[in-house]
């Protein structure tokens, strides 16, 4: 059995107290403690599940799995002190607010052989799963270009980073997985509109080889949620709903539409995470992409910043 402590009882730390106790119904895993500085918020939690209450890192014993779902700007500093406690750490995304200490958490957890994973949660949306199949079957033929929206309101929980560390790379990996590589060149126009600190509004043009590009709207602004790709192929154009994961596929005699099994992205996120200990294997969103997909974005605001296109 493996014992799973909880790091942050906000809105993602309460997520995944409620999966990781449901999953405990399946999976060898026991959901045992949870901390936040705010010990009362920590104590609501832990009397739902009937697990331990803790206000400080320090204060915790070893355990087999930490999940860290802390202010991005926080999760260095939880790191090195979970180190030498815990096997596996599950850091939310983005992997830290800065490279510098993004690169930290990597080398700490090399240093203490702890094996971890990065949550980018879109990676695990069946609709996205589908999509990857559809493209793997050839039915787009070759893909020659993918735009994203990911776009809403004002959300008071995100203070500490800027929409393209939170919403932005989340297209940029997803990009990746589409043309199966990293792009090789970037150009952004970031912009603070209501937000006076960082940024809350996004434009993101990646390249990759060839011809193949990416275009990425990333924005706080928006009065509506929406996240939605378009992804254009030599045979066929595939229009993706990540809210309501339906996917549709226009090729020129038909209109597709994938028979897609809803499932909730976060449940499956951590299935696979578990799934990968359990087997012995490499987690399935390693850190180094979640360093990787750090880098670009801050090359992306550098590219903002300078008007001009950045090398990647």
Not at 17 to 41: F, G, H, K, M, W
Not at 70 to 81: D, L, R
Request: charged share 25%.
């Amino acid at each position: 059995m493996f014992s799973v402590v909880i790091i942050g009882a906000g809105y993602m730390g309460r997520a995944h107290s409620r999966v990781v106790n449901e999953l405990s119904e399946t999976y060898p895993v026991r959901l045992e403690a949870i901390v936040d500085i705010n010990y009362d918020r920590a104590l609501a939690i832990a009397k739902r599940y009937g697990i331990k209450a803790f206000s400080d890192v320090n204060e915790l014993d070893n355990y087999d799995i930490a999940i860290i779902a802390t202010s991005t700007s926080s999760h260095h500093i939880v790191v090195e002190k979970l180190a030498g406690k815990v096997e596996y750490i599950f850091v939310e995304k983005p992997l830290a607010d800065t490279i510098e200490h993004g690169e930290k958490i990597v080398e700490v957890c090399k240093e203490y052989g702890i094996k971890g994973m990065v949550g980018y949660i879109e990676r695990f949306n069946p609709v996205v799963k589908a999509l990857l199949h559809t493209l793997k079957k050839g039915v787009l033929g070759d893909v020659i270009s993918v735009i994203a929206r990911r776009v809403g309101p004002y959300v008071p929980r995100i203070r500490d980073i800027g929409v393209v560390l939170d919403l932005a790379t989340h297209d940029i990996d997803i990009a990746h997985l589409i043309y199966g590589e990293w792009p090789r060149n970037i150009y952004a126009q970031v912009e603070r509109v209501v937000n006076e600190v960082y940024e809350d509004s996004a434009i993101v043009m990646l390249k990759f080889s060839g011809s193949k590009v990416a275009i990425i709207e990333a924005n706080r602004i928006t009065p509506f949620k929406e996240r939605k790709l378009i992804v254009t192929g030599t045979k066929a154009v595939a229009y993706l709903d990540y809210i309501n994961q339906k996917l549709t596929v226009h090729t020129p005699e038909w209109i597709m539409e994938s028979n897609i099994m809803k499932e909730e992205p976060l449940k499956v996120e951590l299935k696979e995470f578990i799934e990968s200990i359990l087997n012995r294997k490499d987690p399935p969103v390693p850190l180094e992409d979640g360093l990787k997909l750090l880098q670009i974005g801050y090359k992306a605001i550098e590219s903002s910043n300078k008007s001009m296109p950045i090398e990647l």
